[in-house]
């Protein structure tokens, strides 16, 4: 992961020292004993617990009820106890992954937060497979769009200019299609000629309803910003909703694209001012 440039989009920034102030956030993307496919993730030690609570008690009933349950439809939320003990919790694997392998994800996932995140109460992860999440809170259908967003590249990564606009592109329209597939879930593919290929993935968490997943890629479309578009591949994420974008292919061989369900019909206009802002960006570049 030390190739790895970690960047908090615009709008997390703010919160972010904030929240560092406040609530001590730790994130970042190290080093779980005996587990290697580790991901970025984010702590809050605001209200920990401590080993003989029975928040303890109710977050492991939780672990063990997502990790049973999520397999079978790649999604499972569930709370756990009473009043001041209660602890909510999701799972989201990506859409193109097995069943097994969600489990050994989620198996991963909860190894990694449960040693670096050890004694907290909200805690996420975001592993290349799944993404776990749980909380003191009741954070279910909650676009979490005050908390922002992160999102990696590699820094040096930049790709042919008209490669990135036909990408941001495809990605944009990626953004609106997701929100009306089943499982809120799809993948595009970019033939770019000469250059090869360039393949992306869009997923929201299935608490959300279809209207905020919208909201939710469009918002991390814009929050990609200047810095990310124009590289041969990105990744970008909140706690709600997830974008995937590189030059090999991301998701599964087997995995079919489904069809197309159809736009949604207007793209919100902050979007149409980032695409033109986007444009600008590479006529600069270009010429
Ligand atoms: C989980 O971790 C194991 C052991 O580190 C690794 O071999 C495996 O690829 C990981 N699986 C998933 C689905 O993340
Ligand atoms: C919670 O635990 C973390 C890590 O052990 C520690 O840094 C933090 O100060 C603790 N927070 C509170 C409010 O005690
Ligand atoms: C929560 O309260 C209900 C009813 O008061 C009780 O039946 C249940 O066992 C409690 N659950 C936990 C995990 O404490
Ligand atoms: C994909 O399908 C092929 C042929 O059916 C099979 O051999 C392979 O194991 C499958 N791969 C995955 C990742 O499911």
């Known amino acids: 992961m030390g190739m790895f440039l970690i960047r908090m989009a615009p709008s997390i920034h703010h919160f972010l020292l904030l929240s560092l102030l406040l609530l001590s956030i730790s994130s970042g993307c190290c080093c779980a004993d005996g587990v ?38 790649g999604f499972y939320k569930d709370t756990v106890g009473n009043k001041s003990n209660k602890v909510y919790g999701l799972v989201q694997c990506r859409g193109d992954i097995s069943g097994v392998d969600c489990a050994k994800c989620i198996n991963n996932a909860t190894k990694q937060v449960l040693h670096d ?72 593919i970019i033939d770019a000629g000469k250059n090869g290929k360039r393949y992306g993935m869009a997923q929201c968490t299935r608490d959300l309803n279809r209207a905020d997943c919208g ?21 970008i ?22 069809s197309n369900r159809g736009t949604r019909k207007v793209l919100s206009q902050r979007v149409q001012v980032s695409l033109i802002a986007f444009l600008m960006l590479m006529v600069l570049n270009v010429f």
């Open 36 to 73: 290697d496919d580790i991901g970025p993730w984010e702590c809050s030690f605001v209200n920990n617990y401590t080993d003989g609570d029975p928040f303890k008690t109710n977050l492991d009933k939780l672990l063990t009820s997502l990790s049973a349950n999520a397999p079978t439809t």
């Open 215 to 235: 909201k939710c890629l469009d918002k991390l479309m814009l929050d990609l910003g200047s810095s990310s578009y124009n590289k041969r591949g990105w990744e």
């Open 237 to 258: 994420f909140t706690m709600s909703c997830r974008m995937w974008y590189n030059d090999y292919q991301l998701f599964s061989a087997n995995y079919s694209l489904p």
């Open 117 to 188: 995140c050890s004694n907290s109460k909200r805690v996420q992860v975001w592993l290349t497979k799944c993404y776990l999440h749980y909380s003191d809170e009741n954070f279910f259908g909650n676009l979490g769009m005050s908390s922002g967003s992160m999102a990696v590249s590699y820094s040096t990564d930049y790709d042919d200019a008209f490669v990135a606009l036909q990408g941001v592109t495809l990605m944009t329209k990626l953004a609106t299609t997701t929100p009306n597939q089943a499982l809120m879930f799809q993948t595009t």
